[in-house]
């Protein structure tokens, strides 16, 4: 299985602060997806990310959320003020190399304060 | 609306086989997924499927029926490692759109 990359794999915060959640996904790949999951939900699709801009975002992708990809490789989420409700694991996704399966990262377990 | 439903959990003896079914009403289809999930741990892909039939892949195997909105997946010679959640998850878009997930099927497999 083709391997995604996240960093930190915890992060704490206190309310209100901002915290970005980092992803390396599949090398040469212009798509990639972030998703979440509150602990005992279903796993829920926030954004899809291609060349370089937002192709998809779904209702829970608000204005405190954005997405970028600062060098070329790397990806990150930020969120801007966060709160409670965002604790949840945030797992970055993409596809295989020529294939149209999708493959997780370890994800991100955000625990808000 | 989207709508995927499984059910919630279900329980196996080790080394039997398991039928996990998956239905779903989507506007928009673009290939069924099936992921297996361990506690506290990301989803891992286990099969996918865009056309009608049985996708063979070892002990696991995954069925879709498109006309009818419906999805197996199989699981055959059970391990206790099985013990998991398996996520139902339907791509609505084009062939790089994002996964509607349901909420899982509990899996515990026991001696």
């Known amino acids: 299985e083709p391997e995604v990359t996240q960093t930190p794999s915890h992060q704490v915060t206190q309310m209100g602060q901002e915290v970005i959640l980092r992803c390396v996904p599949i090398?040469?790949?212009?798509?990639f997806y972030w998703y979440r999951q509150i602990l005992g939900q279903k796993v829920e699709f926030l954004v899809s990310?291609?060349?370089?801009?937002?192709?998809?975002k779904s209702e829970i992708f608000d204005d405190q959320f954005s997405v970028e990809r600062p060098d070329g490789s790397n990806f990150t989420l930020k969120i801007r003020s966060t709160k409670l409700e965002d604790s949840a694991m945030y797992f970055c996704?993409?596809?295989?190399?020529?294939?149209?399966?999708?493959?997780f990262g370890p994800g991100t377990r955000l625990t808000v304060l | 609306g989207q709508n995927i439903d499984q059910p919630t959990e279900m329980t196996a003896t080790e080394g039997a086989i398991v039928q996990i079914n998956c239905t779903y009403q989507?506007?928009?289809?673009?290939?069924l997924f099936w992921y297996q999930q361990h506690a506290g741990e990301a989803p891992t892909f286990l099969s996918y499927?865009?056309?009608?039939g049985l996708e063979e892949k070892g002990r696991f195997s995954s069925f879709l029926s498109r006309s009818k909105g419906y999805s197996y997946l199989l699981l055959k010679e059970l391990q206790m490692k099985d013990s998991a959640s398996y996520l139902c998850?339907?791509?609505?878009?084009?062939?790089?759109?994002?996964?509607?997930f349901g909420k899982g099927t509990k899996l515990s497999v026991k001696p």
């Open positions: 996704a993409g596809p295989g190399p020529g294939t149209r399966e999708q493959f």
């Open positions: 090398s040469n790949h212009l798509y």
């Open positions: 990310f291609y060349n370089n801009e937002i192709s998809e």
């Open positions: 989507t506007s928009g289809f673009n290939g």
């Open positions: 499927n865009v056309l009608d």
């Open positions: 998850a339907v791509r609505r878009g084009g062939s790089q759109g994002n996964l509607i």
